[in-house]
């Protein structure tokens, strides 16, 4: 399994920023997809899910209404599209799957600053 993270970088508050991870080594449509982040001095946390088949999602609180995750089947690929950023939205996001463990990608970085 390898999953590669791209699309972070520095954002003001307010601004978007659309996330993709590349997904190889597996059978990337029948497996559900997630993203979380972790932000310094803090856990990880799940942030956004999206299962196989019905792609349905699932919402951090804090996130609901802001982000949006998708996956394209075709392309082996998940997307977090992040809009109205938050300050206390600046962590590394992580994509992950998994069966009888977690697979993690090496991350980017969101950075939210004026």
């Known amino acids: 399994v390898k999953l590669v993270e791209s699309g972070g970088g520095l954002v003001q508050p307010g601004g978007s920023l659309r996330l993709s991870c590349a997904a190889s080594g597996f059978s990337f449509s029948t497996y559900p997809m997630s993203w979380y982040r972790q932000a310094p001095g803090k856990e990880r946390e799940l942030v956004a899910n999206?299962?196989?088949?019905?792609?349905?999602?699932y919402y951090k609180d804090s996130v609901k209404g802001r982000f949006t995750i998708s996956r394209d089947n075709a392309k082996n690929t998940v997307y977090l599209q992040m809009s109205s950023l938050k300050y206390e939205d600046t962590a590394v996001y992580y994509c992950n799957t998994r069966d009888v463990r977690m697979y993690w990608g090496q991350g980017t970085q969101v950075t939210v600053s004026s």
């Open positions: 999206i299962y196989s088949g019905s792609g349905q999602t």
